[in-house]
């Protein structure tokens, strides 16, 4: 059961009564299995062609907008990345490529800080920034 990049993932297609989790696949997913949240299974069966923003969705810990990303634990997957739109309070975790994998796998955004990789370039470069007036 292999999702694509575009396919959404709804929640409340086979559980109307769920907290309304929606992802939207950015990347990856061949070897997707199962989403767990509130208890229910969310498979291939869930993928929906639009997003309806509907009242009563509700929101946890994952933040509307935010990835979840299965590279940032597992480097040799498939590289699913889910994207988080709507709900998600009961949300459990995720099984793709024989991986489980919930929050820790959520990209983080810090404002003003380079990537690691970044860092690293700029110490070995013998160059230093401009200095006086222009």
């Known amino acids: 059961m292999a999702l694509k990049k575009g396919d959404i993932i709804d ?3 086979r559980h109307p009564n769920s907290c309304g989790l929606v ?3 950015m990347s990856g997913g061949e070897g997707f299995e199962k989403i767990t949240c509130c208890g229910h299974e969310l498979t291939q069966e869930d ?3 639009s997003f309806k923003q509907e009242r009563g969705r509700r929101a946890g810990r994952l933040v509307v907008g935010m ?3 299965e590279k940032k634990i597992f480097p040799h997957s498939c590289g699913l990345r889910l994207m988080v739109m709507a709900g998600g ?3 459990h975790g ?3 490529c024989g991986h489980t994998f919930g929050a820790g796998a959520i990209q983080d955004l810090q404002f ?3 990537r690691p990789e970044e860092d690293k370039d700029q110490e070995q470069t013998p160059n230093t920034p401009h200095q006086g007036h222009a």
Request: a neutral charge.
């Open 11 to 13: 929640e409340r297609k």
């Open 23 to 25: 992802l939207k696949v």
């Open 47 to 49: 993928v929906v062609p």
């Open 67 to 69: 990835s979840i990303d």
């Open 89 to 91: 309070e009961g949300f």
């Open 94 to 96: 995720v099984i793709c």
């Open 112 to 114: 003003g800080q380079g």
